[in-house]
């Protein structure tokens, strides 16, 4: 069963920066999509972005020019940069991997979580 392991959430300062990382636990060479989406407390999951193995982008427009999601196709792992935070931004980050022609993802990290606070 392939995991993927989530790292580099934590707290920071508003206006600071973190970058996660996503790697799965065994490279898959056919994968389609990986992707970041967050879930604040009381809030459903929401997309934050996804990048395609091909490297094609697409972001929420609460993160677009302060976020950038970039993989590694070798480690089948993705990053997440985030700078300029709000508190806004505090939440549980999750990861997953999408395959071809799949509607849904077939693999969700185990989250890692953000808080933005002075």
């Known amino acids: 069963q392939v995991q993927l392991v989530e790292s580099g959430g934590g707290l920071v300062q508003p206006g600071g920066s973190l970058r996660l990382s996503c790697e799965a636990s065994?490279?898959?060479?056919?994968?389609?999509?990986m992707g970041w989406y967050r879930q604040a407390p009381g809030n459903q999951r929401e997309l934050v972005a996804v990048?395609?193995?091909?490297?094609?982008?697409n972001y929420a427009d609460s993160v677009k020019g302060r976020f950038t999601i970039s993989r590694d196709n070798a480690k089948t792992a993705v990053y997440l940069q985030m700078n300029s935070l709000k508190p806004e931004d505090t939440a549980v980050y999750y990861c997953?991997?999408?395959?071809?022609?799949?509607?849904?993802?077939?693999?969700w990290g185990q989250g890692t979580p953000v808080t933005v606070s002075s």
């Open positions: 990048i395609t193995h091909g490297g094609y982008t």
């Open positions: 997953n991997l999408r395959y071809p022609g799949a509607n849904t993802p077939a693999y």
């Open positions: 065994e490279r898959i060479f056919s994968w389609y999509a």
